[in-house]
């Protein structure tokens, strides 16, 4: 069943239905699939099984559904709820509708439908022999992202937002990026619709995974190191420690203030806003029918958070069902113990990025200038977490835990030499709280059906895997005085 998915994809890459239109400087303008390349790509995934769902041609909105609403985002300066000619300089008009909508679904379009089909759906995949291997009476499933073009699932809100940007005419975006997943999504997007890409590569994950920054580049990207002196946000922190390992918070502030200056610019971000975690809920409500396709339903859904947008993604749609009372799983976020905005964070206003020039959102923050330590998870490194997922964390609808790297790496090392599948270091966390779940399984007898996200694979970062096996990885955790210093510089909002 995987195969057949697979080989969809491959007919989908190489089919002489494919147009690609070029332009300038032989940069491609638009991709196009013919209505014969659609047949034959469904046609391959239309066999019996979890695979066999269609992609969906609507993004679900939780919000819609939520018995309380979300708090709005506030304006830095005035404290008043951010209006949508505040956002207008960073985004196109389509997706700040989108950040403010109610709307319960909204409409893909066609020609983000046409890219989705390189590699969605995705497979559900049942992770038989790690069961075997933990002798666990649970049935584990996971819903792996890593086969888009990026390995990852990040290109589901990439392609998006760079197609809404190219329709409004706008001939740039920049970006921040960690471990590197999200900066080369959007730049494999910007390479289909024609549009130049600039990223800032958090310092820590520039060095560790060389081979993100070279994959971004091969689709025409500028990457920087963040911080960097082109930005007088990179210059203020490199002045304070030049040595700095960077974190998201302040590559985002040098996107941030490179697309506020220039007219034909716009910002795009890779998680955390309402809109991105919208595009990702293609993950849950595509694996719900492919539950339901083998009669199964989980009781327990794991997905690691860093920003929020896999966890979201997948977990949404269900969250909607439970709402609904149609099934009750527990919903678990894992996140890294040196960065936990979850599970010791305050749940807060705060500035986004490190240099407070996005708007104030509600949200679990570890403090706007909290620089986390050098993990290999480098998408987990944010000091904030998404304001929607915080408000259904603070609605009681999920719980959140917290794991240190090397028991991570121990289980995907169990993961990798079961199901063949390298983790990105992310999924990791994941991993390791699905493995503690099936072990307390086969302590109480119980057989649940475990859902776990895998979001990317970890082809890239082989030197975390190396570090691991040569016995030199060391758990990096929080710092309960770095913390309170950080949270101390909290703007203070009038309610």
């Known amino acids: 069943m995987v195969q057949s998915l697979l080989s969809a994809s491959l007919l989908s890459i190489s089919s002489p239905s494919f147009s690609i239109k070029v332009g300038e400087q032989g940069k491609p303008m638009r991709l196009r699939a013919s209505p014969r390349c659609r047949v034959r790509a469904r046609a391959a995934s239309s066999k019996a099984g979890p695979q066999a769902v269609e992609i969906p041609h609507q993004w679900y909105n939780l919000i819609a559904d939520l018995p309380v609403k979300p708090p709005p985002a506030l304006h830095p300066q005035t404290q008043e709820p951010i209006k949508p000619e505040d956002l207008s300089p960073l985004f196109p008009d389509e997706l700040i509708k989108q950040e403010a909508s109610t709307d319960r679904f909204i409409a893909i379009p066609e020609e983000v439908i046409d890219v989705y089909r390189l590699w969605r759906p995705t497979p559900l995949i049942r992770a038989k022999r790690l069961e075997k291997l933990l002798?666990?009476?649970?049935?584990?499933?996971?819903?792996?992202?890593?086969?888009?073009?990026?390995?990852?699932?990040?290109p589901n809100t990439a392609v998006p937002q760079v197609w809404y940007n190219a329709q409004e005419g706008v001939k740039s975006v920049t970006t921040e990026t960690g471990a590197g997943q999200w900066g080369s999504s959007l730049a494999f997007a910007c390479s289909l619709f024609?549009?130049?890409?600039?990223?800032?590569?958090?310092?820590?994950?520039?060095?560790q995974k060389p081979y993100r920054k070279l994959m971004m580049q091969t689709w025409g990207a500028k990457v920087h190191p963040s911080p960097s002196s082109i930005t007088e946000a990179g210059r203020k922190i490199l002045q304070m420690n030049p040595s700095s390992p960077g974190s998201l918070g302040i590559a985002i502030s040098e996107a941030v203030e490179v697309a506020a200056a220039n007219?034909?610019?716009?910002?795009?971000?890779?998680?955390?806003?309402?809109?991105v975690l919208l595009h990702q809920t293609v993950i849950g409500e595509e694996c719900i029918k492919q539950m339901e396709a083998i009669g199964e339903t989980p009781d327990v859904i794991i997905g690691c958070t860093g920003g929020g947008s896999n966890f979201g993604g997948l977990t949404f749609p269900f969250i909607r069902e439970k709402?609904?009372?149609?099934?009750?799983?527990?919903?678990?976020?894992?996140e890294p113990t040196a960065c936990p905005s979850l599970t010791k964070g305050v749940y807060a206003y705060d500035y986004g990025d490190t240099a407070g020039m996005t708007p104030l959102m509600k949200m679990h923050t570890l403090g706007h200038d909290f620089v986390p330590d050098p993990i290999h998870a480098g998408g987990l490194r944010y000091h904030g977490m998404?304001?929607?997922?915080?408000?259904?964390?603070?609605?009681?609808?999920?719980?959140?835990?917290s794991i240190p790297q090397i028991e991570c790496f121990q289980g995907a090392i169990q993961f990798a030499r079961t199901e063949g599948l390298i983790p990105a270091p992310e999924p990791t966390h994941a991993i390791a709280a699905t493995i503690r779940e099936a072990l307390h399984c086969r302590e109480t007898g119980e057989s649940k059906v475990i859902l776990t996200a895998m979001c990317g694979h970890g082809h890239f970062d082989l030197p975390a895997y190396e570090k691991y096996l040569q016995g030199n990885m060391?758990?990096?955790?929080?710092?309960?005085?770095?913390?309170?210093?950080?949270?101390?510089?909290?703007?203070?909002?009038?309610?």
């Not at 666990?136 to 990040?154: C, D, L, N």
């Not at 024609?194 to 060095?207: H, P, T």
């Open 474 to 495: 060391v758990d990096l955790s929080f710092e309960e005085e770095k913390i309170k210093a950080s949270l101390a510089n909290i703007p203070q909002v009038v309610a």
């Open 194 to 207: 024609g549009l130049d890409c600039e990223v800032w590569q958090v310092r820590a994950s520039y060095d």
């Open 323 to 334: 709402l609904k009372g149609r099934i009750n799983p527990l919903i678990r976020a894992v």
């Open 263 to 275: 007219a034909d610019t716009k910002y795009c971000l890779g998680s955390v806003l309402n809109h």
């Open 135 to 154: 002798d666990t009476p649970a049935r584990i499933y996971y819903k792996y992202e890593g086969v888009s073009p990026a390995g990852s699932h990040k």
């Open 386 to 401: 998404a304001p929607l997922l915080s408000h259904v964390y603070e609605l009681g609808f999920m719980e959140a835990i």
